[in-house]
């Protein structure tokens, strides 16, 4: 069962994803904020990472690429309400960018896409 890290510093958007994701049959942690974000992904080893974009005390943008540093080929769909950071450079680091909606269908869709794409790549031994 894939496990996913859900990012998000609004609680009730973590739990509409971990209600959500767990019904498809997704293993669900979260974390509400990027403070320590490496050390929670060294020990949860999640498969794919939904990031929020604007939190309180951190930009996503900026987390995507510490994560990107340590963990090149980890899975990582932005999520914001604001569609304007589509067009941030630091935007295309991303598998995906999926704007905030309380209809999943995108966000479940990404994720899927994502994780098709790393089972793929982790067959020919490029993981």
């Known amino acids: 069962m894939p496990k ?59 987390l995507l690429q510490d994560i990107r540093n340590r963990y090149y080929n980890l899975p990582v769909i932005l999520c914001s309400a604001y569609e304007v950071f589509k067009q941030d450079m630091k935007a295309i680091a991303a598998d995906a960018y999926v704007v905030k909606s309380s209809d999943l269908t995108q966000l479940k869709r990404a994720i899927s896409r994502a994780l098709e794409s790393r089972r793929a790549d982790l067959g020919k031994g490029e993981g």
Do not use: C, F, W
């Open 4 to 62: 996913i890290l859900v990012v998000d510093d609004e609680k009730s958007i973590r739990l509409l994803y971990q209600e959500e994701l767990a019904d498809e049959g997704y293993d669900v942690v979260t974390a509400e904020s990027g403070h320590r974000l490496l050390e929670k992904i060294e020990q949860e080893g999640p498969d794919l990472i939904v990031l929020d974009i604007k939190m309180m005390e951190y930009n996503g943008l900026d």
